[in-house]
Protein backbone atom coordinates (compact mmCIF):
# COMPACT_ATOMS: atom_id res chain seq x y z
CA UNK A 1 0.00 0.00 0.00
CA UNK A 2 2.74 2.80 1.25
CA UNK A 3 4.23 2.07 -2.73
CA UNK A 4 1.00 2.68 -4.19
CA UNK A 5 0.62 5.75 -2.32
CA UNK A 6 4.34 6.95 -3.36
CA UNK A 7 3.45 6.35 -6.40
CA UNK A 8 0.55 8.43 -6.73
CA UNK A 9 2.47 11.46 -4.47
CA UNK A 10 5.32 11.33 -7.19
CA UNK A 11 2.69 12.12 -10.56
CA UNK A 12 1.44 14.42 -8.30
CA UNK A 13 4.14 16.59 -7.76
CA UNK A 14 5.22 16.52 -11.42
CA UNK A 15 2.01 17.71 -12.60
CA UNK A 16 1.94 20.26 -9.71
CA UNK A 17 5.46 21.47 -10.48
CA UNK A 18 5.11 21.79 -14.87
CA UNK A 19 4.53 25.38 -16.33
CA UNK A 20 3.09 26.77 -19.52
CA UNK A 21 5.53 27.92 -22.06
CA UNK A 22 4.86 31.78 -21.65
CA UNK A 23 6.32 31.71 -17.54
CA UNK A 24 9.45 29.68 -18.37
CA UNK A 25 9.89 32.31 -21.37
CA UNK A 26 9.81 34.69 -19.19
CA UNK A 27 12.43 33.54 -16.30
CA UNK A 28 14.63 32.53 -19.65
CA UNK A 29 14.35 28.71 -18.91
CA UNK A 30 13.37 27.68 -22.37
CA UNK A 31 13.35 28.34 -25.79
CA UNK A 32 9.94 27.32 -28.20
CA UNK A 33 9.81 27.60 -31.81
CA UNK A 34 6.44 26.44 -33.57
CA UNK A 35 5.31 26.41 -37.15
CA UNK A 36 2.69 24.90 -38.80
CA UNK A 37 3.07 21.04 -39.34
CA UNK A 38 2.68 20.17 -43.40
CA UNK A 39 1.99 16.82 -42.43
CA UNK A 40 -0.83 16.96 -40.88
CA UNK A 41 -4.43 19.10 -41.20
CA UNK A 42 -5.63 21.70 -39.22
CA UNK A 43 -8.01 19.83 -37.09
CA UNK A 44 -5.46 16.48 -35.94
CA UNK A 45 -1.53 17.79 -35.44
CA UNK A 46 -1.61 21.16 -36.78
CA UNK A 47 1.27 21.91 -35.35
CA UNK A 48 5.12 21.54 -34.63
CA UNK A 49 7.40 22.61 -31.68
CA UNK A 50 10.83 22.49 -30.53
CA UNK A 51 11.30 23.05 -26.64
CA UNK A 52 14.92 23.64 -25.20
CA UNK A 53 15.76 23.85 -22.09
CA UNK A 54 18.29 26.71 -21.41
CA UNK A 55 18.22 26.02 -17.95
CA UNK A 56 20.52 24.35 -15.03
CA UNK A 57 17.73 22.39 -14.14
CA UNK A 58 15.30 20.16 -14.72
CA UNK A 59 12.04 21.32 -16.28
CA UNK A 60 8.11 20.35 -16.71
CA UNK A 61 6.84 21.92 -19.51
CA UNK A 62 2.84 21.72 -19.61
CA UNK A 63 0.62 22.79 -22.84
CA UNK A 64 -2.66 21.94 -21.69
CA UNK A 65 -6.05 21.40 -24.01
CA UNK A 66 -7.72 24.98 -24.36
CA UNK A 67 -4.06 26.81 -24.88
CA UNK A 68 -3.51 28.62 -27.97
CA UNK A 69 -0.60 29.53 -30.40
CA UNK A 70 -1.14 32.64 -31.80
CA UNK A 71 -0.03 33.06 -36.01
CA UNK A 72 2.93 35.53 -36.49
CA UNK A 73 1.04 36.19 -39.32
CA UNK A 74 -2.95 37.52 -38.79
CA UNK A 75 -3.80 35.65 -42.52
CA UNK A 76 -3.50 32.34 -40.55
CA UNK A 77 -5.49 30.69 -38.18
CA UNK A 78 -4.98 30.85 -34.40
CA UNK A 79 -4.70 27.24 -32.95
CA UNK A 80 -6.02 26.01 -29.93
CA UNK A 81 -4.60 22.47 -28.54
CA UNK A 82 -6.88 19.48 -28.26
CA UNK A 83 -4.78 17.31 -25.81
CA UNK A 84 -2.83 17.88 -22.70
CA UNK A 85 1.30 17.38 -23.41
CA UNK A 86 3.29 17.51 -20.10
CA UNK A 87 7.50 17.25 -21.55
CA UNK A 88 10.38 16.96 -19.33
CA UNK A 89 13.61 18.03 -20.83
CA UNK A 90 16.82 17.88 -18.78
CA UNK A 91 19.49 21.01 -18.76
CA UNK A 92 20.27 21.35 -22.59
CA UNK A 93 17.95 19.06 -23.42
CA UNK A 94 16.04 19.73 -26.29
CA UNK A 95 12.63 18.23 -27.86
CA UNK A 96 10.30 18.11 -30.91
CA UNK A 97 6.60 17.64 -30.91
CA UNK A 98 3.69 17.54 -32.80
CA UNK A 99 0.70 19.10 -30.95
CA UNK A 100 -3.01 17.80 -31.56
CA UNK A 101 -5.34 21.68 -32.14
CA UNK A 102 -7.67 23.00 -33.96
CA UNK A 103 -7.95 26.49 -36.37
CA UNK A 104 -9.65 29.05 -34.66
CA UNK A 105 -10.73 31.51 -37.48
CA UNK A 106 -12.65 29.68 -40.00
CA UNK A 107 -11.84 32.21 -42.98
CA UNK A 108 -8.18 32.53 -42.32
CA UNK A 109 -5.45 30.54 -43.61
CA UNK A 110 -4.84 26.80 -42.58
CA UNK A 111 -1.01 26.73 -40.57
CA UNK A 112 1.49 25.70 -43.00
CA UNK A 113 5.48 25.44 -42.33
CA UNK A 114 5.87 29.05 -43.88
CA UNK A 115 4.06 30.61 -40.52
CA UNK A 116 5.21 30.61 -37.09
CA UNK A 117 3.42 30.46 -33.86
CA UNK A 118 3.94 32.03 -31.02
CA UNK A 119 2.70 30.55 -27.09
CA UNK A 120 0.01 32.81 -25.74
CA UNK A 121 -2.36 31.78 -23.22
CA UNK A 122 -5.50 29.88 -22.16
CA UNK A 123 -8.38 30.68 -24.32
CA UNK A 124 -11.68 32.16 -23.07
CA UNK A 125 -13.18 29.60 -20.46
CA UNK A 126 -16.21 27.66 -23.08
CA UNK A 127 -13.75 26.88 -25.95
CA UNK A 128 -11.42 25.72 -22.88
CA UNK A 129 -14.72 23.31 -21.97
CA UNK A 130 -14.95 22.38 -25.70
CA UNK A 131 -11.35 21.61 -25.90
CA UNK A 132 -11.19 19.30 -23.11
CA UNK A 133 -14.75 17.73 -24.15
CA UNK A 134 -12.79 16.81 -27.24
CA UNK A 135 -9.58 15.84 -25.43
CA UNK A 136 -11.68 13.26 -23.30
CA UNK A 137 -13.46 11.50 -26.12
CA UNK A 138 -10.91 11.98 -28.87
CA UNK A 139 -13.11 13.38 -31.04
CA UNK A 140 -9.37 14.88 -33.03
CA UNK A 141 -12.00 14.94 -36.47
CA UNK A 142 -13.70 17.18 -38.72
CA UNK A 143 -16.56 16.78 -36.42
CA UNK A 144 -14.47 18.45 -33.56
CA UNK A 145 -13.35 20.94 -35.51
CA UNK A 146 -16.32 22.11 -36.73
CA UNK A 147 -18.15 22.21 -33.43
CA UNK A 148 -15.01 24.88 -32.11
CA UNK A 149 -15.75 26.86 -35.49
CA UNK A 150 -19.38 26.71 -34.37
CA UNK A 151 -18.42 27.69 -31.01
CA UNK A 152 -16.27 30.75 -31.84
CA UNK A 153 -18.71 31.82 -34.81
CA UNK A 154 -21.71 31.73 -32.84
CA UNK A 155 -23.14 29.59 -35.67
CA UNK A 156 -26.28 27.07 -35.71
CA UNK A 157 -25.40 23.90 -33.87
CA UNK A 158 -26.42 22.15 -37.36
CA UNK A 159 -23.26 23.61 -38.14
CA UNK A 160 -21.21 20.96 -36.59
CA UNK A 161 -21.17 18.73 -39.63
CA UNK A 162 -19.74 15.58 -40.63
CA UNK A 163 -20.21 12.18 -42.08
CA UNK A 164 -19.49 10.40 -38.56
CA UNK A 165 -23.12 11.51 -37.52
CA UNK A 166 -22.12 9.66 -34.00
CA UNK A 167 -19.81 12.53 -33.22
CA UNK A 168 -21.64 15.71 -34.38
CA UNK A 169 -24.93 14.42 -32.34
CA UNK A 170 -23.13 14.15 -29.06
CA UNK A 171 -21.18 17.62 -30.33
CA UNK A 172 -24.02 18.97 -31.28
CA UNK A 173 -25.85 18.16 -27.58
CA UNK A 174 -22.62 19.26 -25.32
CA UNK A 175 -22.87 22.77 -26.76
CA UNK A 176 -26.27 23.02 -26.55
CA UNK A 177 -25.76 22.06 -22.87
CA UNK A 178 -22.49 24.60 -23.05
CA UNK A 179 -24.17 27.62 -24.73
CA UNK A 180 -27.83 27.31 -23.97
CA UNK A 181 -28.30 27.03 -27.89
CA UNK A 182 -31.53 24.48 -29.33
CA UNK A 183 -30.85 21.92 -31.40
CA UNK A 184 -32.21 22.98 -34.30
CA UNK A 185 -33.06 21.45 -38.34
CA UNK A 186 -31.20 22.24 -41.33
CA UNK A 187 -33.30 25.21 -43.41
CA UNK A 188 -33.65 23.38 -46.35
CA UNK A 189 -31.69 25.79 -48.82
CA UNK A 190 -28.97 24.83 -46.62
CA UNK A 191 -29.41 20.96 -47.06
CA UNK A 192 -26.18 20.44 -49.22
CA UNK A 193 -23.99 22.61 -47.27
CA UNK A 194 -24.04 21.26 -43.94
CA UNK A 195 -25.55 17.39 -44.85
CA UNK A 196 -22.56 15.78 -46.71
CA UNK A 197 -24.70 12.84 -47.50
CA UNK A 198 -26.63 15.18 -49.82
CA UNK A 199 -25.96 14.93 -53.42
CA UNK A 200 -24.91 17.83 -55.89
CA UNK A 201 -28.34 19.79 -56.52
CA UNK A 202 -27.34 21.18 -59.81
CA UNK A 203 -23.49 21.29 -61.50
CA UNK A 204 -21.14 17.76 -60.29
CA UNK A 205 -17.69 17.57 -60.49
CA UNK A 206 -16.77 14.65 -60.04
CA UNK A 207 -14.09 12.08 -60.55
CA UNK A 208 -12.57 8.80 -58.67
CA UNK A 209 -8.96 8.06 -56.99
CA UNK A 210 -7.25 4.74 -56.78
CA UNK A 211 -5.35 3.51 -53.55
CA UNK A 212 -3.49 0.58 -52.35
CA UNK A 213 -3.46 -0.01 -48.77
CA UNK A 214 -1.52 -2.60 -47.19
CA UNK A 215 -3.57 -2.23 -43.77
CA UNK A 216 -7.09 -1.72 -42.96
CA UNK A 217 -6.71 1.91 -41.78
CA UNK A 218 -9.36 4.41 -41.25
CA UNK A 219 -9.30 7.44 -43.17
CA UNK A 220 -10.98 10.66 -43.80
CA UNK A 221 -11.10 11.64 -47.73
CA UNK A 222 -12.38 15.69 -47.84
CA UNK A 223 -12.55 18.49 -50.07
CA UNK A 224 -10.28 21.21 -49.11
CA UNK A 225 -10.17 25.15 -49.76
CA UNK A 226 -7.06 26.50 -51.52
CA UNK A 227 -6.03 27.91 -47.98
CA UNK A 228 -6.17 24.10 -46.92
CA UNK A 229 -9.48 24.71 -44.88
CA UNK A 230 -11.85 21.23 -44.67
CA UNK A 231 -14.82 22.20 -46.96
CA UNK A 232 -16.57 18.72 -47.34
CA UNK A 233 -16.21 15.25 -46.11
CA UNK A 234 -17.00 12.41 -49.03
CA UNK A 235 -15.59 9.31 -47.17
CA UNK A 236 -15.29 8.53 -43.31
CA UNK A 237 -14.19 5.12 -42.54
CA UNK A 238 -12.14 2.35 -42.95
CA UNK A 239 -10.24 1.18 -46.27
CA UNK A 240 -8.58 -2.21 -46.95
CA UNK A 241 -6.19 -3.56 -50.10
CA UNK A 242 -7.02 -1.98 -53.47
CA UNK A 243 -10.12 1.07 -53.10
CA UNK A 244 -11.45 3.39 -55.54
CA UNK A 245 -12.59 6.34 -53.97
CA UNK A 246 -14.98 8.59 -55.57
CA UNK A 247 -15.57 12.67 -55.05
CA UNK A 248 -18.14 14.56 -56.28
CA UNK A 249 -19.57 18.37 -55.23
CA UNK A 250 -21.55 20.85 -56.28
CA UNK A 251 -19.57 23.49 -58.61
CA UNK A 252 -22.16 25.93 -58.42
CA UNK A 253 -21.22 25.87 -53.87
CA UNK A 254 -17.88 24.96 -54.19
CA UNK A 255 -17.40 27.83 -57.11
CA UNK A 256 -13.57 28.49 -56.52
CA UNK A 257 -11.09 27.72 -59.27
CA UNK A 258 -8.91 25.72 -56.88
CA UNK A 259 -9.36 23.05 -54.54
CA UNK A 260 -7.62 20.05 -53.23
CA UNK A 261 -8.42 16.85 -52.22
CA UNK A 262 -6.88 15.18 -49.48
CA UNK A 263 -6.49 11.93 -47.68
CA UNK A 264 -5.86 11.73 -44.15
CA UNK A 265 -5.13 8.54 -41.74
CA UNK A 266 -3.59 8.34 -38.83
CA UNK A 267 -2.98 11.99 -38.23
CA UNK A 268 -1.41 12.29 -41.55
CA UNK A 269 -1.90 13.21 -45.17
CA UNK A 270 -1.35 10.39 -47.17
CA UNK A 271 -2.58 11.70 -50.64
CA UNK A 272 -2.81 15.64 -51.53
CA UNK A 273 -4.15 16.40 -55.04
CA UNK A 274 -4.56 19.80 -56.46
CA UNK A 275 -8.20 20.30 -58.81
CA UNK A 276 -7.91 23.47 -60.82
CA UNK A 277 -10.77 24.84 -63.05
CA UNK A 278 -10.92 27.90 -65.50
CA UNK A 279 -13.47 30.47 -64.86
Known sequence: M???????????????????IPDLQKNGSIKCYTIGNDSSVHYARPLAVKLVNTAKTKIDVSIPAGFVFVATDSTYQNI???ESVVATLQPGQT????LRGMCM????HAPSGTCHYE???MAPAKIVKLAQFIEKNKFWSPAGQNAMWALIDDEPLYAVSS????????????????????????????????????KPHKVTVGGEVEFDMKHKIMVVWALYSEDGILLREMYNGPVEGHQTLTFEYDAE??????????????????????????R
Open 163 to 198: LDTSQSAVLQKYLSELTGKPLTEIPEDQAYQFDYQQ
Open 95 to 98: KQLE
Open 80 to 82: IIT
Open 105 to 108: EHSD
Open 253 to 278: VYSDPVYFLKLVADDKVLYNKKLSFD
Open 2 to 20: KIIITAVLLLTTVVVNAQM
Open 119 to 121: ADK
